[in-house]
């Protein structure tokens, strides 16, 4: 298993830009999230979902959207790219509370995105 | 008032010695999540409690859910334990809050 795959690893922008970091996992995970992370923060939630077409909306979702089309992929959107969007964004997965198993947080290896 | 709050901040030691890093919350919490972010940047996952103690090689969690409070324990550190551990709560509608992580670097 691959477990939690992102990319690109890096990825510099101009302000107004858009585009797409990618997440895909291969556990067959409900739950899928994404996260940024800044200086002296912890890790904040911008978007999850539970499943294949539904999303909700995290701690800090504004200028950024996600659609969930398969279990497997689950892309960020970031549509009018700003300065403040300069962060480490994490994909993460697991399965949900109700499925009964285990749900230990897998995360992906991280974008770090920088926008001037 | 941050709802998870770790400490210490930054931590050094000397190869060998007993590391603690403290997490205490104030919210309700279904579970608590150590984790592991190495210098590359990727975050791995060392342990989930919900209660009394896990121990994984020289790593042991606690969790006391009375007092609100967990500790990671690293016995005979090395200086491949360098990294930054966060400690995370999961609540409500199983949603998790981060604390802001504790960096440590073993010294040979």
């Known amino acids: 298993n691959a477990g939690v795959t992102q990319t690109p690893k890096f990825q510099v922008l101009k302000t107004g830009q858009s585009m797409t970091l990618q997440c895909a996992q291969d556990?067959?995970?409900?739950?899928m999230s994404w996260y940024r992370q800044d200086p002296g923060m912890g890790l904040r939630l911008i978007h999850y979902s539970v499943g294949a077409g539904i999303t909700d909306q995290g701690e800090v979702p504004n200028g950024y959207n996600v659609s969930r089309s398969t279990t497997e992929d689950f892309p960020l959107r970031l549509l009018s790219a700003a300065p403040s969007q300069t962060s480490v964004y994490f994909c993460?997965?697991?399965?949900?509370?109700?499925?009964?198993?285990?749900?230990?947080?897998?995360f992906g290896p991280g974008t770090r995105l920088t926008v001037t | 008032k941050n709802e998870v709050e770790q400490s210490p901040q930054n931590l050094t030691a000397q190869e060998g010695e007993f590391i603690t890093i403290n997490c205490s919350y104030s919210?309700?919490?279904?579970?608590l999540h150590w984790l592991q972010q190495h210098p590359g940047g990727g975050i791995v996952s060392l342990f989930m409690?919900?209660?009394g103690k896990k121990k994984h090689g020289r790593l042991i969690a606690t969790i006391n859910i009375q007092e609100k409070h967990s500790s990671l324990h690293i016995t005979a550190s090395h200086p491949r334990d360098s990294a930054v551990y966060i400690c995370a709560v999961r609540y409500g509608t199983d949603k998790l809050i981060f604390g802001t992580g504790t960096r440590l670097q073993v010294f040979p």
């Open positions: 919210v309700g919490i279904s579970a």
């Open positions: 993460a997965s697991r399965q949900t509370r109700t499925s009964g198993l285990s749900y230990e947080q897998y």
């Open positions: 409690l919900s209660s």
């Open positions: 556990m067959n995970h409900e739950y």
